[in-house]
């Protein structure tokens, strides 16, 4: 079992739609949960930080946490095709290194 | 203020040679991170640093090497390259490389192995 798991996509969505991400990760002991964006040829940069179950919003975008389940998740409202990347979710556990997932691709649609 | 930066950009190595990538972190951060992704996956850890010492190791083998310097900037080590080294290679510094800080990448090094 993956550490991290996320489904590669490409998840297609049309402009102005929702688009949701999903993720797993198998540690119980983790604390700490990101999303980071990647565009193609690009480093990632972190948009969304999550440390206690619920929902934390910020701007158009929402992420999810449900630590019984094991379960992270990122919503973006009013997709945008600028919003066309591959998500990293990205978990820390125990010790000091953040784990991350191998990527879901988004396609926005204009 | 400059963000992480790391150099060369590109590099092009054959096989069974040695390479050393740099990395200067965001000023003020201590710690620092290096990443390994492959094209079409997500980074894998290799190594964490924080004040001059390994926090943390991957499941890399011992012809990845890491150090840290006083100034915090941070040298990645790779002997007797093989194929399947070429690979972004991606560095992250953090404040104080504490659980749940939040990670800042350079650009990275593309390594090619030939």
């Known amino acids: 079992q993956k550490e991290v798991e996320q489904n590669s996509g490409p998840l297609s969505v049309p402009e102005g739609a929702i688009a949701s991400l999903n993720c797993t990760y198998s540690d119980r002991g983790s604390q700490s949960f990101f999303w980071y964006r990647q565009y193609s040829g690009k480093s990632p940069e972190l948009i969304m930080s999550?440390?206690?179950?619920g929902d934390k919003e910020d701007g158009r975008f929402t992420a999810q946490l449900n630590k019984a389940s094991q379960y992270v998740s990122l919503l973006i409202r009013d997709s945008q095709p600028s919003d066309s990347a591959t998500y990293l979710c990205?978990?820390?556990?125990?010790?000091?290194?953040?784990?991350f997932g191998a990527g879901t691709r988004l396609f926005v649609k204009a | 203020d400059a963000g992480v930066t790391q150099s060369p950009t590109h590099l092009i190595k054959t096989r069974g040679q040695q390479v050393t990538l740099r990395c200067s972190p965001i000023?003020?951060?201590?710690?620092v991170s290096w990443y390994q992704q492959v094209l079409g996956q997500g980074p894998q850890f290799i190594f964490q640093y924080y004040e001059k010492e390994e926090r943390g190791r991957g499941n890399f083998p011992d012809r990845f090497s890491a150090r840290q310097f006083p100034n915090y900037s941070s040298e990645l080590n790779v002997n007797a390259l093989l194929l399947g080294d070429s690979a972004l290679y991606l560095c992250?510094?953090?404040?104080?490389?504490?659980?749940?800080?939040?990670?800042?990448f350079g650009s990275g090094t593309q390594l090619s192995v030939l």
């Open positions: 999550i440390y206690s179950n």
């Open positions: 992250a510094s953090s404040l104080e490389g504490q659980r749940g800080e939040k990670l800042f």
């Open positions: 000023s003020g951060h201590k710690s």
């Open positions: 990205a978990v820390t556990g125990k010790g000091f290194k953040t784990i």
